[in-house]
């Protein structure tokens, strides 16, 4: 596993790098915010990376717009490692891209089983199949066509009427939550525990959130609907457009 720190404090930074090299990471440690954004650029020589630990207190760049800006080039997996403890914070790290939040001071067992969750919710929706087998929509790129939309598990892509839709990891998983409910009423908590599982704190304000972005980026006439204190569901026939 091919972790990137962002981190400006060295004694920080070869501690941590130190504890992850130990479980088997290879650490690539960059100290400023235009480093961790060039790692990202197209054409960039760099090996692929499978996940990024990013301090959001950087000396050259918020770590907030470090992390939209490599969210606009890549799906990597993001954890935002801060000492921001402030609930507008951590909504706005998860709004803007960001998979994860940890809060200094953790431990590694804590940082450990946060990399190891977000990780599996990454891999386990990119294999997820998309519809039963013998819907018509199904196909061997995990494509699904469900007018106005067309959703591509494999790529991780969305468009609407041939327009792509730049998602978050946590909107594309709360988007096929509701895609693979066809139409069904998916509850607050079924999304929770699939979305963000033992990931989870705080306010669960955040699924609000980013319902209310998933439906601003999907355009009008809105697509999901609210089940007021239970849940939401797509507006949409997962079947009216087999492709």
């Not at 596993?1 to 440690?29: F, K, N, P, T």
């Not at 921001?84 to 706005?92: F, H, K, L, N, V």
């Not at 949409?236 to 492709?243: C, Y």
């Given at each position: 596993?091919?972790?990137?720190?962002?981190?400006?404090?060295?004694?920080?930074?070869?501690?941590?790098?130190?504890?992850?090299?130990?479980?088997?990471?290879?650490?690539?440690?960059?100290a400023r915010g235009v480093d961790a954004i060039a790692h990202f650029a197209p054409g960039s020589a760099q090996l692929p990376t499978d996940i990024v630990?990013?301090?959001?207190?950087?000396?050259d760049l918020d770590g907030l717009a470090v992390c939209r800006a490599i969210r606009r080039?890549?799906?990597?997996?993001?954890?935002?490692?801060?000492?921001?403890?402030?609930?507008?914070?951590?909504?706005?790290?998860l709004r803007i891209g960001a998979d994860d939040y940890?809060?200094?001071?953790?431990?590694?067992?804590?940082?450990?089983?946060?990399?190891?969750?977000?990780?599996r919710r990454s891999h386990s929706a990119l294999s997820a199949p998309v519809t039963p087998a013998d819907s018509p929509t199904a196909g061997p790129h995990q494509r699904l066509a469900l007018a106005p939309l067309d959703i591509n598990l494999t790529s991780r892509e969305v468009r609407r009427d041939n327009i792509?839709?730049?998602?978050?990891?946590?909107?594309?998983?709360?988007?096929?939550?509701?895609?693979?409910?066809?139409?069904?009423?998916?509850?607050?908590?079924?999304i929770l525990?699939?979305?963000?599982?033992?990931?989870?704190?705080?306010s669960t304000r955040t699924l609000d959130v980013h319902v209310a972005t998933?439906?601003?980026k999907l355009g009008d006439p809105p697509l999901i609907g609210t089940l007021r204190g239970v849940g939401y569901r797509l507006l949409?026939?997962?079947?009216?457009?087999?492709?």
């Open positions: 596993m091919r972790i990137l720190v962002v981190e400006d404090d060295d004694r920080v930074a070869a501690a941590l790098a130190e504890r992850l090299r130990r479980h088997g990471a290879i650490v690539i440690r960059v630990l990013l301090d959001l207190g950087l000396p080039r890549s799906n990597v997996p993001i954890i935002a490692v801060t000492a921001r403890t402030e609930e507008r914070d951590r909504i706005a790290g940890v809060v200094k001071p953790y431990s590694t067992a804590e940082l450990l089983a946060r990399i190891e969750a977000v990780l792509t839709i730049p998602l978050t990891r946590k909107e594309f998983g709360v988007l096929v939550e509701l895609v693979l409910a066809s139409g069904e009423i998916v509850t607050r908590e079924q525990d699939k979305v963000w599982g033992a990931t989870l704190f705080g998933l439906r601003a949409v026939d997962a079947r009216s457009n087999g492709t």
